[in-house]
Structures are given as structure tokens and as C-alpha cells.
């Protein structure tokens, strides 16, 4: 393979949204677990697995949407609506991505591998027609996000509380949500997806308030029912938490919310009540 096409290729996969795969790691740390060695080792091997997976989603939405993106104002960029790299050959590594996915996370537990094929499986649904469900497609794509979490607890034998998943599902509809408005921002109603077509400003910020609301309670229940090494400090982490969604929210209504990574990587205070966030959970757990 030539370096032009390798290039390519590895731009297809979209390495700046790697970052959604770093909450595999979201379970052991919350059972403070992630520094052993065995447990450090399958979270690693989770990500690099969820990597080969999203890949596979990727490229075959790629190939799904590559008229749509080729009319798009940035996506027209990407590697296949560009044409450097040739649907057959994006659809040949797709499977093979998805194939080695599958076999690698049920080698390193069955329930992982089960996990992996629900992800492959509502990608692959979405890309092939759930996009264009009204709500329908705001839950396949939230699953996303719940199923990385859900993975890494499967990789690593590490239970998950049902409040720890009501966070997740919560702070991952909240995301969601504010995608959709962002877009709706930049398009004012003029292009875009066509499901766009279907929400509202009001709609959207309503569901964000809400999912927002649910994730800040659900944490806090979270929070004070485990047993940690300095409850009130973990208690204290709520501020953080909270002022992350808050940050979020911010750069949604200033329409930059279209690619969550972009706010993740490029965003100094979402990263400020990320890290402390980091650092108050850190203490309550180890002390």
C-alpha cells in the first residue's frame, strides 16, 4: 500500500474521534481498579479493539453517505467522498476491522465480544437507514457512547452499578443532543441531514436540560452510595461534573457542539473541570 493511500486510509478512521473510546477505561475507574495490572492491560486492549470497530462503522457510513458528503462543505474532504481511497477497498478493510473486532474482544471475554457485535450491529442499522428516524437515531447513536462504557466493565470483569449506567446514558443523550443542535445552529434550517428537518432549537435544549438534570442526580446517587476512601471529597467531585455539562452546553449554543472530540481536545475549560474532576475522584478513591 502506498503511503498516499495508507494516509488516507488512516484518516478515514477518523483518529481525533478515537478519544470517544477512552470511556472503556470509565468502569475500572470508578471501581478503582484501573491500576492494577491485569485490569490496566484489558482496558488497553479494550480501546485498541473499539478502535478496529469504529473503524469498521466508519468507513461503511462513509461509503453509505459518500454522494451526501461529496455536496458537504468539510466532509466533501473526507478520504472516500475525495476519492482517495475506492469504496471496494474501504468496504474490504471494514470487514475486515469488524471481523477481527468481534474475535478479538470475545477472546478476551465472551461478554465483550457480545458487546462489540450490538455496536457493530446499531452502526451499522443507523448507517443503512435509523439516521433517518426522528429519536430513533438520537438513541443508536447515544448507545454508542453507553456501550464503550458497558464494554470496558466486560473486558475487565468489573461490575457496573445500575447508577453508574444511568449517568452514562444520561450524559450520553445530553451529548447526542447537543450535536443535533449545533447543527441546527450552523445550518439555520438549510441543509444538513435530513433529519435535521424533524427537531427544533427548543426541542433539543429541552432534552439537553433534562438529560443534564438526570445525569447530575444520578452521579450524585452514585456517589454517596459507594465506599470510598474520603466520601465527602467525592462528594465535591459533583461540582466538577456538573460545571463539565455546563461548559459543554456553552459551546452548543455557540454551534460548536457538531463533533463532541472537537470540544474534548480543543475546548480549555470543558478540559479545566475535566482534569479536576480527574484529580477530586482520584483523592476520594485512593485517599
Request: proline share 4%; glycine share 10%.
Amino acid at each position: 500500500m502506498s503511503p498516499p493511500r495508507l494516509g488516507a486510509l488512516v484518516r478515514a478512521l477518523r483518529p481525533r474521534q478515537w478519544v470517544k473510546n477512552v470511556l472503556v477505561g470509565a468502569a475500572p475507574v470508578a471501581a478503582s481498579t484501573l491500576d492494577e495490572g491485569a485490569t490496566l492491560a484489558r482496558t488497553i486492549a479494550a480501546f485498541v479493539i473499539f478502535v478496529a470497530a469504529s473503524g469498521t462503522t466508519y468507513l461503511f457510513n462513509d461509503v453509505a453517505d459518500v454522494q451526501i458528503d461529496q455536496l458537504h462543505p468539510t466532509k466533501r474532504r473526507r478520504p472516500i467522498a475525495a476519492e482517495e481511497i475506492s469504496l471496494r477497498f474501504a468496504l474490504q478493510v471494514a470487514a475486515i476491522l469488524g471481523i477481527g473486532s468481534v474475535v478479538g474482544a470475545t477472546l478476551l471475554a465472551w461478554q465483550f465480544g457480545v458487546v462489540i457485535a450490538i455496536y457493530l450491529g446499531v452502526n451499522l442499522a443507523y448507517s443503512a437507514g435509523l439516521k433517518r428516524w426522528p429519536a430513533v437515531e438520537l438513541a443508536a447513536i447515544a448507545s454508542g457512547f453507553v456501550l464503550r462504557a458497558v464494554g470496558g466493565g466486560a473486558a475487565t470483569d468489573t461490575p457496573l452499578s445500575a447508577w453508574f449506567v444511568v449517568v452514562v446514558c444520561a450524559a450520553s443523550l445530553f451529548v447526542v443532543a447537543g450535536k443535533r443542535s449545533a447543527e441546527l445552529i450552523r445550518t439555520a434550517g438549510n441543509g444538513g441531514r435530513p433529519v435535521l428537518q424533524h427537531y427544533t432549537a427548543n426541542q433539543l435544549r429541552l432534552l439537553r436540560a433534562v438529560t443534564a438534570a438526570v445525569a447530575l442526580v444520578a452521579y450524585s446517587l452514585w456517589v454517596v452510595n459507594q465506599d470510598l476512601a474520603i466520601e465527602w471529597l467525592a462528594a465535591l467531585s459533583l461540582l466538577p461534573f456538573g460545571g463539565a455539562l455546563a461548559r459543554y452546553s456553552t459551546a452548543i449554543e455557540a454551534g460548536r457542539g457538531e463533533d463532541p472530540e472537537d470540544i474534548a481536545l480543543g475546548d480549555r475549560g470543558f478540559q479545566l473541570m475535566c482534569v479536576g474532576w480527574i484529580v477530586i475522584y482520584g483523592v476520594a478513591v485512593y485517599g
